[in-house]
Nanobody
Framework: QVRLAESGGGLVQDGGSLRLSCAASGLTFIPFSRYAMGWYRQAPGQQRESVANITRGGTPEYADSVKGRFTISRDNGKNTVYLQMNSLKPEDTAKYYC?????????WGQGTQVTVSS
């Protein structure tokens, strides 16, 4: 059972930057490189939404709201996926979750809080 641990959240001012990390463990049968990875976020009172995804081959995809500001990347040697967030806005405030997807398997981390002050 893959386990995910997010880190890197915090409080930042409008226009600032943060880098989130998500480290995977428990990769007994399926290597990290075989998982599609994604970042999602959920603000209070709102549904969880996709922020960015990266395929096994390294192709990224972004929500329109973060295109040009956020960059997703993965390091298969470190079993880690990253989310570089630049030009942060107050509307980016949310709890950010990491997801690992493989046919028949889907895992979530506990989340890390990102708060952007105006």
């Amino acid at each position: 059972q893959v386990r995910l641990a997010e880190s890197g959240g915090g409080l930042v001012q409008d226009g600032g930057s943060l880098r989130l990390s998500c480290a995977a463990s428990g990769l007994t049968f399926i290597p990290f490189s075989r998982y599609a990875m994604g970042w999602y976020r959920q603000a209070p009172g709102q549904q969880r939404e996709s922020v960015a995804n990266i395929t096994r081959g390294g192709t990224p995809e972004y929500a329109d709201s973060v295109k040009g500001r956020f960059t997703i990347s993965r390091d298969n040697g470190k079993n880690t996926v990253y989310l570089q967030m630049n030009s942060l806005k107050p509307e980016d405030t949310a709890k950010y979750y990491c997801n690992a997807a493989f046919p028949g398997r889907n895992a979530w981390g506990q989340g890390t809080q990102v708060t952007v002050s105006s």
